[in-house]
């Protein structure tokens, strides 16, 4: 069955880093878009980043481009979030998604506080 594993999430200061990763089962990974969303507390579920099995092509949210890069190891099954600069308000759950013509399946996300 499919399986997304977090790891990385944590406690850091304003202007500060840090790399999620997300180990991924069940899957052909390298034929795979992933995806990273974030939820706050009190707020919906956002699109954060994406990158695509071939190319790879990438996207970002808006407030997180410049800040944030998205990037993946086909040869670990694993994607990552590098977030540097951080910001009090992207603190949030953190999810990994993978996605083909639809979700094939969710992390259960992991906790990023970024505050003085």
């Known amino acids: 069955q499919v399986q997304l594993v977090e790891s990385g999430g944590g406690l850091v200061q304003p202007g500060g880093s840090l790399r999620l990763s997300c180990a991924a089962s069940g899957f052909t990974f390298s034929s795979t878009t992933m995806r990273w969303f974030r939820q706050a507390p009190g707020k919906e579920r956002e699109f954060v980043a994406t990158?695509?099995?071939?190319?790879?092509?990438?996207n970002y949210l808006d407030s997180v481009k410049g800040r944030f890069t998205i990037s993946r190891d086909n040869a670990k099954n694993t994607v990552y979030l590098q977030m540097n600069s951080l910001k009090p308000e992207d603190t949030a759950v953190y999810y990994c998604n993978a996605f083909t013509f639809k979700s094939l399946g969710w992390g259960q996300g992991i906790q990023v506080t970024v505050s003085s």
């Open positions: 990158i695509t099995s071939t190319g790879p092509r990438t």
